[in-house]
């Protein structure tokens, strides 16, 4: 079945470092839909990321993502961290057709950014 | 608001007894899906429905059942509480299509004492 995998649990960074958080993912569909979001202590899930056509950069708050259909991935990399970007990334795959979206996340990565 | 709602937002039970988690989707949302999240853990997928049609089913206890009515309110209803079920509980709403990103609730933290 479809699914998401990101192979990071856990990364801790020093401000200023660049970011890269993995995601791969398996589907039966040519067109899939893939995107990052981020959950903040205390807060709920939101949307960072979605995926555009394939081999197509998308970018938001400096964070970027590039669909890669020959590789099935869509990582997510910021050129320098944030001390505020510590969170929790999910990365997810929509994999329903004309039944409503259902959203596979992967098991999430959380990211600590330290002086 | 014209967000997600999700009541209650806290909610302690003890074990053995009975909630009901109410969403009240994005006006126009008629796709809600429920998660269930433990410890910072993972978010783990229990059920979704699509204009009132249960569509796929996941981790959902038998002990739970979900409903989407008319307005496409979502309520959760959930018995024989036992600690594990310790959780916060996400739902999320969207458009119709593949494509369509989620807005998540706030969250009902429950507590099974």
């Known amino acids: 079945g479809d699914s998401v995998t990101q192979t990071e649990g856990l990364v801790t960074l020093t401000e200023g470092l660049p970011v890269m958080l993995n995601c791969t993912y398996q589907?039966?569909?040519?067109?899939?839909?893939l995107f990052w979001y981020v959950h903040y202590l205390n807060e709920s899930p939101r949307l960072l990321l979605k995926s555009s056509t394939d081999n197509k950069r998308t970018e938001h708050q400096g964070f970027h993502a590039t669909l890669h259909k020959s590789s099935s991935s869509f990582h997510l990399q910021k050129s320098s961290a944030q001390l505020s970007d510590s969170a929790l990334y999910y990365c997810?795959?929509?994999?329903?057709?004309?039944?409503?979206?259902?959203?596979?996340f992967g098991k999430g990565a959380k990211l600590t950014v330290s002086p | 608001d014209s967000g997600v709602v999700q009541s209650p937002r806290h909610i302690i039970k003890e074990k053995g007894g009975r909630s009901v988690l109410t969403c009240i989707p994005i006006s126009g949302h008629s796709n809600v899906v429920w998660y269930q999240q433990t410890l910072g853990k993972e978010l783990k997928f229990l059920i979704q429905?699509?204009?009132?049609?249960?569509?796929d089913k996941g981790f959902l206890p038998s002990r739970f059942s979900v409903q989407q009515f008319d307005d496409y309110h979502s309520e959760m209803n959930m018995s024989a509480l036992e600690l594990e079920d310790s959780a916060m509980y996400f739902c999320a709403s969207s458009l119709r299509g593949a494509c369509s990103d989620y807005t998540f609730g706030s969250g009902t933290r429950l507590l099974v004492i």
């Open positions: 997810a795959l929509s994999d329903r057709r004309g039944t409503g979206s259902k959203l596979s």
């Open positions: 589907t039966i569909y040519s067109n899939p839909f």
């Open positions: 429905h699509y204009e009132k049609v249960e569509r």
